[in-house]
């Protein structure tokens, strides 16, 4: 293994110690969980950015609709990206802060006290 | 062009830009040598000590972002044709979704200084460090190029120097004041460059938005309207049939030219998560949960500031006129310092001189230490001179390789940036996001969420990647054969799309596939259970330097 890689002060957890704490129930769980959230939340706002781009390039008498004064479809739609990536932020740092942290901080405490 | 736009642009003002300007440079060096008496070791160096908070991060992010690019370009494209403009910049924000969910956090959890360090942790290192060094190199030459180019037509337009000569000087002066910059103050200086940049940056723009919408009574909609029937009574043709309103302006309606604006969207939204000199950001806070925090911050202000380039751009239409825009030095570029002028006369238009000047002064240095630290530390440290028998070299070794580098990168890009003067600006900027999208993401996915990913597939999507964006672009009419090419009097074209991520980017992640299954490398199951542990709890990451 190249020197540069690894730091000195976590060379007392094992390899095989990684291995466990990977397949034990509390890792699975927090893993789980971050995929089942991360991965359809990615999904989401990636197919909302292309459906806009996509009416952006071809629809453009749609989005030149005029909803309220000059305000028209393509304006409160684009407006509407800012809303939803406002949004998804501050859902997912609820989330992250809820779910993520505390399972991710318990199996630290482990590792390291337990490394020490 | 009339004499009088000229004059309302350019005389008069050029010793007040100079010197607001000139202030922003003196506080800066004062705040950056204050800064920087704790510079000795490579932690401190390279990432300040990771010692700033998630919001002072943050806001250095959205510093680093926000280039000249964004600021006059969005500005002066929403100004001249309307809704096009404002796309860009929703893919602009959109993008640090993928940062936030994806990427920031994983990978402070596992890195140490560069982006080399996760994508190498459990391949193999040389091969995939200098892989991963080579496309951060490459990305941070694109943009650098963009940034310095810009910095010659800015030039023209707001001190008012017209002749090359005069131009390559100031040039000059931006690259050896960057150097400088870095040099003293590290990550540590250059940070708190951005983070003073950031905030006269988003204040300004902030200040003129509400200027601009109070000479409508407050009502977006009516200033729409002025934009529109101020674009309508244009001199041109061309320019008077456009409605600003919605989209298709300059992308146009023809099929290629849709796909390439397809194509462009693609690498913005997937560029941000990519750049080397944003994740390097990652590494200045203690930990993964403070690279959320900054991540928010920077989503947050950076939206901000394109509702407020929104506002400015159709402000900018409205008040002054696009005919007065593209008959200014520098076209539409000039839009929101002619607003600027039009609102708060020449103390105005100084600041938002010396906010642009100082806006690509703080993305260059930026840009120059992400490329110098990946040098040293990565292509340095763990490739030329690592291997058997070799001392390892220490990280003050590293320090003293990425200080020297900083010096020939910054001489590098006076050179490029004097040669590539009057290039399109957006362009370079659309090659340096492709380059990332292409190059960087798809390696960065697979690293940290397929634990089957192998040293094969790294090597191929990096530089399958990296090499189809730049091939693509090279036959593009981005560099021959149209009007607006780079040698326009030269046709070798054969690819049709300016912006070639709508191919390079599947096909790097496709041969992230193709090279992991097609070796039978499976990797350390010691080593992926390592990793995986701590990129998501955080395990043994690096931690703030005590002080």
């Known amino acids: 293994m190249p020197e540069t890689q690894h730091p000195p002060h976590e060379t007392a957890v094992s390899g095989e110690k990684y291995l466990a704490v990977q397949a034990s129930p509390e890792f699975q769980e927090l893993r789980n969980r971050l995929r089942r959230f991360v991965f359809p939340m990615s999904a989401l706002f990636l197919v909302w950015y292309f459906a806009y781009v996509l009416l952006g390039a071809f629809a453009h008498d749609f989005m030149a609709i005029k909803v309220w004064g000059n305000i028209n479809v393509g304006l409160l739609i684009g407006l509407g990206q800012f809303v939803s990536t406002f949004a998804i932020t501050a859902i997912y740092v609820r989330f992250a802060n809820r779910e993520l942290d505390p399972r991710a901080e318990a199996i630290r405490a482990e590792l390291e006290g337990g490394a020490a | 062009m009339t004499v009088n736009v000229l004059a309302a642009a350019t005389v008069g003002n050029p010793a007040a830009n100079i010197g607001i300007f000139a202030l922003f440079v003196a506080i800066t060096l004062y705040i950056v040598i204050r800064a920087s008496k704790k510079n000795t070791t490579a932690a401190e160096f390279f990432t300040a000590g990771r010692a700033f908070t998630g919001p002072q991060n943050g806001i250095a992010i959205s510093g680093d972002y926000l280039s000249a690019a964004s600021f006059l370009g969005i500005a002066g494209a929403i100004a001249v044709y309307g809704y096009d403009g404002f796309l860009y910049s929703i893919g602009f924000l959109v993008a640090w979704l993928v940062a936030l969910l994806l990427v920031a956090e994983l990978l402070r959890n596992a890195g140490k200084f560069t982006m080399a360090d996760v994508l190498s942790f459990r391949l193999r290192q040389r091969p995939v460090r200098l892989a991963a060094a080579t496309t951060t190199l490459a990305v941070c030459l694109f943009y650098l190029l963009a940034q310095m180019a810009g910095a010659g037509g800015l030039v023209a337009l707001l001190l008012n120097v017209k002749s090359d000569l005069g131009q390559a000087f100031v040039i000059a002066v931006v690259g050896l004041l960057m150097i400088l910059y870095v040099l003293i103050g590290g990550m540590k200086g250059t940070t708190w460059v951005q983070i003073i940049k950031a905030v006269l940056l988003i204040g300004g723009a902030a200040l003129m938005t509400v200027w601009v919408l109070a000479k409508f009574g407050l ?14 009574g244009s001199s041109s043709k061309a320019v008077a049939a456009r409605d600003v309103l919605a989209p298709g302006a300059q992308y146009g309606t023809s099929l290629t030219s849709q796909i390439n604006f397809i194509s462009l969207a693609l690498a913005l939204v997937l560029g941000t998560a990519g750049l080397p000199h944003v994740l390097m950001r990652f590494y200045t806070v203690p930990t993964a949960k403070e690279a959320r925090r900054s991540v928010v911050w920077a989503i947050w202000l950076i939206g901000a500031f394109y509702l407020f380039t929104l506002a400015l751009g159709y402000g900018a239409a409205a008040l002054v006129g696009p005919d007065a825009i593209l008959a200014a030095p520098g076209a539409q570029n000039s839009a929101a310092p002619l607003l600027a002028f039009k609102l708060g ?27 110098a630290t990946s040098f040293a530390h990565d292509i340095y440290a763990s490739v030329i001179r690592s291997g058997h028998g070799k001392a390892p070299v220490t990280e003050a070794e590293q320090v003293r390789v990425s200080r020297i580098t900083v010096v020939v990168i910054g001489i590098i890009a006076i050179g490029l940036g004097i040669l590539a003067n009057g290039q399109n600006i957006a362009f370079l900027v659309a090659l340096a996001f492709a380059v990332a999208a292409a190059a960087n993401l798809p390696t960065i996915l697979y690293s940290l969420y397929w634990s089957r990913f192998n040293t094969r597939g790294a090597l191929w999507s990096m530089y399958g990647g990296l090499i189809s964006t730049i091939v693509l672009i090279i036959f593009s009419p981005a560099v021959s054969g149209a009007k607006t090419a780079m040698l326009p009097s030269v046709d070798f074209a054969w690819f049709p799309l300016a912006n070639p991520g709508i191919v390079s980017i599947p096909l790097a992640f496709i041969l992230g596939i193709v090279g992991t299954l097609t070796s039978p490398d499976r990797g350390d199951a010691e080593l992926n259970a390592e990793f995986e542990v701590r990129t998501l709890t955080g395990v043994g990451a690096e931690k703030a330097v005590g002080h």
């Open chain 2, 219 to 232: 009502n977006f909609s009516e200033m729409l309207g002025g934009a529109q029937s101020a674009v309508s």
């Open chain 2, 345 to 371: 006369g020449v103390v105005l238009l100084g600041v938002i001189s010396a906010v642009a000047f100082a806006t690509i002064l703080a993305v260059v240095a930026g840009l120059t230490i992400t490329a």
